[in-house]
């Protein structure tokens, strides 16, 4: 599968979307085709891991993540991710809980598996830039989530920017308690002030390329 821009950019694969963060134009990557996964090929698929790497089976077709993805999944998501029914009554309506990760937050899901690609990306040479810097601005807790997901993953550099005053007591901790490769800075203003520094440093190209950056 190819990716492209929402702003009309050129073709990439996955690892250029994955490593990029944002296209070049400024625009988000999204596939080029839209895949159809029929539940029938969910039925051998006996935990959240397999069923993470079944749906996402498509979206790796051709790269070279493609054949790691199980393991991928199983080592970014190990950790209880629970399906509670909402009624007693069998196949009624059910939640599936996604908070019970390393900073109890849903987006430890995400931003565990993104971290866990990339590292296989940089590993494998497919890109010759290390370390990447991950830039992220933050009301809380995605950057805690960023932070505990690559905390000395090789490769990889984090600095977490977030508004001084406006997070909470438990929230500034998660994100300061680091430290290695990772870096969290308190910023003068709200999280549109942070937003805007990192939106800032994408589009000047030269910084850009200096620091490697992704988010």
């Given at each position: 599968?190819?990716?492209?821009?929402?702003?009309?950019?050129?073709?990439?694969?996955?690892?250029?979307?994955?490593?990029?963060?944002?296209?070049?134009?400024?625009?988000?990557?999204?596939?080029d085709?839209?895949p159809?996964?029929?539940?029938?090929?969910?039925?051998?698929?006996?935990?959240?891991?397999?069923?993470?790497?079944?749906?996402?089976?498509?979206?790796?077709?051709?790269?070279?993540?493609?054949?790691?993805?199980?393991?991928?999944?199983?080592?970014?998501?190990?950790?209880?991710?629970?399906?509670?029914?909402?009624?007693?009554?069998?196949?009624?309506?059910?939640?599936?809980?996604?908070?019970?990760?390393?900073?109890?937050?849903?987006?430890?899901?995400?931003?565990?598996?993104?971290?866990?690609?990339?590292?296989?990306?940089?590993?494998?040479?497919?890109?010759?830039?290390?370390?990447v810097?991950?830039?992220?601005?933050?009301?809380?807790?995605?950057?805690?989530?960023?932070?505990?997901?690559?905390?000395?993953?090789?490769?990889?550099?984090?600095?977490?920017?977030?508004?001084?005053?406006?997070?909470?007591?438990?929230?500034?901790?998660?994100?300061?308690?680091?430290?290695?490769?990772?870096?969290?800075?308190a910023?003068r203003?709200?999280f549109?002030?942070?937003?805007?520094?990192?939106k800032?440093?994408?589009?000047?190209?030269?910084?850009?390329?200096?620091?490697?950056?992704?988010s």
């Open positions: 599968m190819r990716y492209v821009s929402t702003r009309g950019g050129p073709i990439v694969g996955i690892e250029t979307a994955i490593m990029g963060g944002t296209a070049e134009d400024g625009g988000l990557y999204v596939p085709v839209l159809v996964v029929p539940p029938a090929d969910f039925s051998a698929a006996d935990d959240f891991p397999a069923v993470a790497a079944k749906l996402l089976e498509p979206f790796f077709a051709g790269s070279s993540l493609a054949s790691r993805l199980p393991e991928i999944c199983r080592s970014a998501l190990n950790f209880p991710l629970p399906l509670r029914q909402l009624e007693t009554s069998p196949g009624s309506l059910a939640v599936l809980e996604l908070f019970h990760g390393p900073t109890a937050a849903f987006k430890d899901v995400g931003a565990r598996f993104l971290a866990h690609c990339m590292e296989d990306i940089i590993r494998d040479g497919v890109f010759a830039i290390a370390p810097t991950v830039l992220v601005a933050t009301s809380g807790d995605t950057g805690g989530a960023v932070a505990s997901a690559y905390y000395r993953r090789p490769g990889t550099r984090v600095i977490v920017l977030f508004p001084e005053g406006r997070v909470s007591p438990r929230q500034q901790h998660q994100l300061t308690c680091w430290g290695d490769n990772v870096q969290s800075l910023v203003g709200s549109d002030d942070c937003q805007r520094l990192v800032q440093a994408f589009v000047e190209p030269e910084f850009a390329a200096l620091w490697d950056l992704s």
